[in-house]
């Protein structure tokens, strides 16, 4: 290469090396949820168990008739879960101290770094800026794989549809409330607000603040702050949160760390492997007649018997 | 003399009178309230002001520190040694009834120390069957003052609008 | 089949029916026998009266399916939205299908001509069993008819789900290609056998990449659901090559599986080529999978180190990681090394089946059995769900049936100019001496 050349490559090097200054936005590695995103604080100490919630989910999200009335306590002898008839429900729990049963509503957390949103080959699901995350029903094909991924098994499948099954769960009430900064019909009709409705962030602050100042009242963890990567649906709980079945087990990273390191490998596999065949090809077939082999074996054999 | 004596009684009687608190001096005390801010899924209901004047005596005891003795709580007192009665002593004075609407949120004094206050309803709630639990007393279940209406008792799905086909638990209804 | 033979029917393995005269595609089509004779095989066949009883009670349940959607199957769980048709019909079958790359492979990159008759079984084994996996999940799809969506109309690229579809449409249509060869020949259009054997390598190797990654991407779904599955069929890291590596002895035995229910229940379609080289062949492949077993088991094993499971084998669940482990895994390998020390065939096979059923087992357990191991309950399938999944594989089966009684799998086509047969099936002399010999012992 002759001087002039290498100086010149030296130069524009160095010239398009200074352009790529990396930005701080490179660096981060988790998303702290959208700085304007709403969320719910769920102090379970507040509740009592009147499924108003249940019931103002039902008339807002246009769901059918329940099995049994709202004002129907006989439910809370069994645990239930979210169906494609019920986007939340409200389960008792057992104290083992003696003290009243804590009741926990159950709905959608509306995960910063969702599962089903992660997992979904149709990008179905959207984490708005309001924080929800939202379903579009018209590109599901019904895979389900939303529902293997989502670690509070709150998505539910209309099977019941024989044409048009889809996913039903909680979306926070996006387009008929929380579009237009409303709170969702659960938060606006419950009578002890055991649901506060605000900025996620300012629902943190407040959760301490709470637990802070009545320590008696809370164990010292807010569920949901850090757990897989942060919900917008927050808990307070004056017993373990296991003990309201929140599974206290899932860790602080989002669905997708576990699928990254796979998801990464990928495009490696495909850049690598048709050269190490293709040199492996050529490694052990050299000197053979590779093209001869394709033809009929009884032209090379023939008479052979 | 005479005439000093008489304006100095008479400003007596103007001092001693100022001192007499706002409800001896002729405020209107309600002996009973109704409740109708439900309306829609709910009768309207009385709430007896009076009888729980008789039961509970202290004003503060419902009403915090917007009227009666001083509330003597630590926590309370660091801020509120000097607080005299508000000018509602009503919860309605100080809890909002619908502090999650977009406008309530934005506008909220995120300076002020009671951020995390209940809104009207909740403080109601709260502050009403507690004490009622507390003194194993009075209505705590929700339908002790809360008569249906109509459209309540469709909301609720209960009553004349309970769902009539129970289907049988097993066949393909799965968990 | 085997009796009309004997009594000097002539099987299709050329384009010539007798000289001058070529076989028509119906012809083909029935075997190179007459209807009646065609009829009369099948009725005389025992297993086609099984597959009877099974299409007459599982069909109209496939199409209740579609009437009624997936509620009149399935215990419609929300806890289990997986049931039989993904973890048996898709993720059982498509290790077992990776016969397709591994042989593909195996003589196209590597140069190992001499497994060259039983290349076109392996690639048609692929073929058929991605093919009815895709079928598995087309009666699972909630929208089946929207099949394509990811495909063209909405993406969601950060899914493994998005992977595991182009792969797969990707992969079927290479192996479509690759098998089509054999079709052509068949039907006659030496055209099309010329175009794709100039693309067969690159057919092969980009199978090779497909094959590596959705094979992988299957395993890595479940790390969606980390709590979800037992910490013994699960691993954070390397759960993608788990599914991967137990995929390679799965193929090549399930090869061996075929090549032995084929040798005892059709042999006749075997030209004298395969029959005189698949002991030999099975031995090969057994060296493969038990190479492939022998790596698994370690791999296994590194990952319980790895994460500290050890404790899990006290348990319930460890008793039955053991079973599984046993019959699927260690048991199969010492077989496996013990035969083709001894060069014992049959053992071979016996251990083959083992694997088979190991490696089903295996994904039954990740995807269903250990599936919400945390739950309270266990979900046991709707029998109308157990009802499709075998109706399907029987289809799977007939359709295999169908192929390789007709298509050059088992048998090389012998082109027009060497009908001077030197890799015939019996000849006409050996026919008549045959005959002649059951004639002598029936009258004695």
């Known amino acids: 290469m002759k001087r002039r050349d290498f100086l010149k490559g030296c130069l524009i090097g160095g010239a398009a090396a200074s352009l790529g200054v990396p ?26 168990g009147c499924r108003s919630c249940e019931a103002a989910c039902n008339k807002e999200q246009k769901l059918p008739e329940p099995d049994v009335p709202f004002d129907d306590t006989s439910v809370f002898k069994e645990h239930r879960r979210t169906t494609e008839k019920a986007y939340t429900v409200v389960n008792r729990y057992e104290a083992k101290d003696g003290q009243k049963p804590p009741y926990r509503k159950m709905q959608c957390n509306h995960c910063n770094e969702p599962g089903c949103l992660t997992s979904c080959f149709v990008n179905a699901y959207t984490k708005t800026g309001e924080g929800a995350v939202i379903y579009d029903a018209k590109v599901c094909v019904g895979c389900r794989t939303c529902m293997v991924a989502c670690p509070f098994n709150i998505p539910a499948y209309s099977y019941s549809s024989a044409f048009a099954p889809v996913v039903k769960k909680c979306i926070f009430c996006y387009h008929t409330r929380l579009k237009f900064g409303k709170p969702p019909a659960c938060v606006e009709i419950c009578p002890r607000e055991a649901l506060t409705f605000g900025l996620r962030f300012d629902l943190i602050k407040m959760g301490h603040e709470r637990i802070r100042e009545t320590p008696d009242r ?21 017993i373990p949160p296991e003990q309201i079945g929140l599974d206290e087990t899932v860790g602080n990273e989002p669905i997708i760390s576990n699928v990254k390191e796979f998801l990464g490998m990928v495009p490696m596999v495909l850049t690598i492997w048709p050269a190490l065949f293709s040199g492996i090809h050529l490694l052990a077939t050299r000197n053979k007649d590779h093209g001869d082999a394709h033809h009929n074996h009884s032209e090379q054999e023939d008479g052979k018997k | 003399m005479q005439k000093r004596g008489f304006w100095l009684a008479g400003l ?45 005596k202290e004003c503060s005891y419902c009403h915090h520190h917007t009227t009666g003795t001083l509330e003597q709580d630590p926590n309370c007192i660091r801020c509120h040694r000097n607080s005299s009665e508000t000018k509602v002593v009503s919860c309605r004075g100080c809890h909002q009834s619908d502090p999650f609407s977009a406008v309530a949120i934005k506008e909220k004094n995120k300076k002020i120390y009671h951020l995390d206050k209940p809104s009207l309803k909740a403080a109601m709630h709260r502050n009403c069957i507690d004490c009622h639990e507390k003194m194993k007393k009075g209505p705590i279940a ?30 393909h209804g799965g968990h | 089949m085997k009796k009309l033979i004997a009594s ?52 109209p349940i496939i199409l209740g399916r579609f009437l009624f959607g997936l509620s009149w199957v399935t215990h419609s769980s929300n806890d289990y939205p997986w049931g039989l048709f993904l973890a048996f019909g898709l993720f059982g079958m498509v290790p077992l299908s990776s016969s397709g790359f591994q042989l593909g492979t195996a003589c196209e990159v590597f140069g190992r001509h001499d497994l060259e008759p039983i290349e076109r079984l392996g690639l048609l084994n692929g073929l058929l069993g991605y093919f009815f996996a895709v079928v598995y999940l087309m009666i699972d799809l909630g929208q089946p008819w929207r099949l394509p969506y990811p495909m063209a109309v909405a993406f969601g690229p950060a899914s493994v789900l998005f992977l595991v579809a182009w792969h797969v449409s990707t992969y079927l249509s290479v192996q479509i290609a690759e098998v089509s060869v054999s079709f052509f020949e068949w039907i006659g259009f030496p055209i099309g056998i010329r175009a794709i054997r100039k693309i067969t390598l690159g057919l092969t190797v980009s199978g090779i990449i497909l094959s590596t990654l959705h094979q992988g991407a299957l395993g890595a779904l479940f790390t969606y659901a980390p709590g979800k599955v037992h910490p013994l069929w699960y691993s954070s890291s390397f759960q993608w090559i788990h599914f991967f590596v137990s995929s390679i002895p799965g193929g090549l035995c399930m090869v061996i599986a075929v090549s032995t229910i084929a040798s005892n229940t059709m042999s006749w379609r075997f030209d004298k080529r395969f029959r005189d080289s698949l002991d030999r062949i099975t031995i090969s492949l057994a060296k493969g999978a038990s190479m492939g077993l022998a790596t698994y088991l370690t791999i296994k094993l590194l990952s319980i180190a790895h994460d500290n499971k050890w404790g899990y084998f006290m348990t319930g669940y460890g008793q039955w990681y053991l079973v599984e482990i046993m019959i699927g895994v260690i048991v199969p390998m010492f077989l496996l090394a013990y035969a083709i020390h001894h060069n014992k065939v049959t053992l071979i096979r016996f251990g083959a089946f083992l694997v088979v059923f190991g490696i089903f087992l295996n994904r039954l357990n990740t995807a269903y059995i250990t599936f919400n191991w945390k739950l309270s309950y266990r979900e046991i399938p709707h029998w109308r769900e ?19 009684y007709r298509l050059p799998i088992f048998y090389q086509w012998r082109t027009q100019e060497e009908l001077a047969p030197a890799y015939a099936t019996e000849t006409e002399t050996e026919i008549e001496a045959k005959a002649l010999k059951n004639a002598e012992a029936a009258a004695s």
């Not at chain 1, 959208?34 to 719910?40: I, K, L, R």
């Not at chain 2, 809360?146 to 004349?160: L, R």
Request: charge should be positive; hydrophobic fraction near 40%; aromatic fraction near 12%.
């Open chain 1, 23 to 48: 930005s701080k936005s490179w660096a981060v590695g988790s998303f702290e949820g959208y700085p304007d995103a709403m969320g719910v604080l769920v102090d379970t100490t507040r509740c009592i």
């Open chain 1, 218 to 238: 809370y164990v010292d963890h807010i569920y949901g702050e850090k757990e897989l990567g942060g919900t917008s649906w927050l808990y307070l709980s004056r």
């Open chain 2, 12 to 56: 007596m009687v103007i001092l001693f009178l100022a001192s007499v608190p706002g409800t001896s001096r002729g405020i209107t005390v309600p002996d009973n309230v109704t409740l109708h801010s439900q309306s829609k899924l709910y009768e309207p209901f009385n709430f007896p002001h009076a009888k729980h004047i008789l039961l509970v």
């Open chain 2, 142 to 171: 929700c339908q002790a003052c809360h008569v249906y209406t109509k459209a309540g008792a469709a909301f609720y799905n209960t009553g004349e609008f309970a769902p009539k086909n129970k289907p049988a638990k097993g066949g």
């Open chain 3, 8 to 59: 000097g029917a002539k099987t299709v393995d050329s384009p010539q029916k007798s000289p001058g005269r070529n076989w028509t595609i119906m012809e083909k089509l029935f075997l190179g026998l007459t209807l009646q004779q065609y009829i009369g095989q099948a009725i005389r066949n025992p297993l086609n009266w099984i597959f009877g009883i099974i299409f007459a009670i599982g069909i």
């Open chain 3, 386 to 404: 157990v009802a499709i999944s075998i109706t399907v594989y029987s289809i799977y089966i007939v359709v295999y049936r169908f192929i390789v």
